[in-house]
């Protein structure tokens, strides 16, 4: 079990540290949050990283509001940390398995490495947050903000994302094997080399994506807002892209193998050495579209 003492800044920090960590010196402090770090340039990347976005930014003055409840927070598997302020808290590495955060406010906090295996955060705002690593497996993030949110490498297999902003959250390398993002907004998400196998992607909203070498395999992508991604050399394999909006859209060297494109609106779309061996485009719209050296439904490589 971890205790989590509450600043006059809203800050939260382990009590309990082992004695490197307390030795280690760290002259620069942060003029938003109070953190401190060993150096300048840790200092100007987590400036960077955590303080550049008006909206997740501290109000002007430089000091982050405090926080609404007074009392100390325990972080343990199973908590109620329902509707809890946790704005800028450093969670990082807390175990948090099957706890409830719904409603929670953790904008820009750290959570980088965390266990939230199961946990509840619905409606949970995590703008800003980062996530790192963390084990988000089964979790439901239904209706959440994670806007911005940097979720490299975290793990969302079967975790439930519906309804979920993730507009301009950094998902690289993220394994979202079968998980729900039915009307999740994805804008501008960078899902390179994301695994989403499996997941169910109807109704999403992905303009401007970056999906590179991603794996979609079959991924539910029905009426998903496809326009402007880049989905240069993803693998679609038996993907379901009925009705989606596919519309300038990188499709270079991507794999449809099998993939369902009917009614699919790839006007002005990049499908140059695109595999789309047994797909089916019954009604789909390729107006403009570029299919040099595509490996056309029949068989037959399109010149």
């Not at 982050?64 to 409840?69: D, H, K, L, T």
């Not at 719904?102 to 750290?110: E, H, I, S, T």
């Not at 993730?166 to 804008?187: H, R, V």
Request: proline content about 3%; glycine content about 10%; some cysteine.
């Amino acid at each position: 079990m971890k205790t989590w003492e509450l600043d006059d800044h809203g800050k939260a920090s382990v009590l309990a540290k082992t004695a490197e960590v307390h030795g280690r010196e760290r002259p620069n402090q942060c003029m938003y949050c109070s953190r401190r770090f060993s150096s300048e340039e840790a200092l100007s990347q987590h400036d960077k990283a955590k303080h550049s976005d008006p909206q997740v930014d501290p109000p002007a003055g430089g000091s982050v509001p405090p926080m609404e409840r007074e009392e100390d927070y325990t972080i343990e598997p199973g908590a109620d940390l329902s509707d809890a302020v946790l704005r800028f808290a450093d969670l990082t590495g807390a175990d948090l398995t099957g706890a409830n955060l719904g409603g929670a406010d953790l904008l820009v906090a750290d959570l980088d490495d965390a266990t939230l295996l199961g946990a509840d955060l619905t409606g949970a705002n995590l703008g800003g947050a980062s996530l790192s690593g963390a084990d988000l497996n089964e979790a439901n993030l239904g209706g959440a903000n994670l806007t911005r949110a940097n979720l490299l490498g975290a793990n969302l297999h079967l975790a439930n994302l519906s309804g979920a902003d993730l507009s301009g959250a950094i998902l690289f390398t993220a394994i979202l094997f079968n998980a729900d993002l039915t009307k999740a907004d994805l804008s501008f998400a960078n899902l390179h080399l994301a695994n989403l196998s499996g997941a169910d992607l109807s109704g999403a909203k992905l303009l401007g994506a970056n999906l590179y070498l991603a794996n979609l395999t079959n991924a539910d992508l029905t009426g998903a807002d496809l326009n402007g991604a880049i989905l240069s050399g993803a693998d679609l394999n038996e993907a379901n892209l009925n009705e989606a909006d596919l519309s300038g859209a990188d499709l270079s060297r991507a794999n449809l193998l099998g993939a369902n494109l009917t009614n699919a609106n790839l006007t002005n779309a990049d499908l140059t050495g695109a595999i789309l061996s047994g797909a089916n485009l019954t009604g789909a719209d390729l107006n403009e579209a570029d299919l040099s050296g595509a490996t056309m439904p029949d068989g037959t490589v399109h010149k």
